[in-house]
C-alpha cells in the first residue's frame, strides 16, 4: 500500500511561486500514475496535473498551463508540482493521488486515484 504525504504549502503573494513536494512510501512509485489535486472551499475537486509512472506524459488543467509543472525523480519516490505566476484563484488544499491501475490521462479525466495524501494549503494573497 502506498502511503503518500504533501508539502511544501503556505501563503504566497499573487505572482510568487511554491513548488510542491509529494514523498511517497511503502510501495514502489515507478509502478503508480501519479497526480495533483486541489479543492477550494465550497468547490469541487479539480485535477491540477497528471503524470505517467515513467514522467514522460503529463496532463494540465487549462488553469494552469504555462504556469505549473508537474515532475518526478522515481529513485527519490517523490512526485512535485512547481507552481509559477500563482494567483488568488489558486488558493485551495492540494492533494498528491497515486494509482497502479488508472493512466494519467484517466486520473485528471476523472480527478480519481487509488491513494491519496493528506493535503497541504495553499493561500495566494496579498
Known amino acids: 500500500q502506498l502511503q503518500l504525504v504533501e508539502s511544501g504549502g503556505g501563503l504566497v503573494q499573487p505572482g510568487g511561486s511554491l513548488r510542491l513536494s509529494c514523498a511517497t512510501s511503502?510501495?514502489?512509485?515507478?509502478?503508480?500514475?501519479t497526480g495533483w489535486f486541489r479543492q477550494a472551499p465550497g468547490k469541487e475537486r479539480e485535477a491540477v496535473a497528471c503524470?505517467?509512472?515513467?514522467?514522460?506524459?503529463?496532463n494540465y488543467a487549462d488553469s494552469v498551463k504555462g504556469r505549473f509543472t508537474i515532475s518526478r525523480d522515481n529513485a527519490k519516490n517523490t512526485v512535485y508540482l512547481q507552481m509559477n505566476s500563482l494567483q488568488p484563484e489558486d488558493t485551495a488544499v492540494y492533494y498528491c493521488a497515486a494509482d497502479r491501475i488508472l493512466t494519467h490521462q484517466a486520473m485528471c479525466a476523472r480527478r480519481a486515484g487509488r491513494y491519496w495524501g493528506q493535503g497541504t494549503q495553499i493561500t495566494v494573497s496579498s
Open positions: 511503502g510501495s514502489t512509485l515507478e509502478d503508480y500514475a
Open positions: 503524470i505517467s509512472s515513467s514522467g514522460g506524459s503529463t
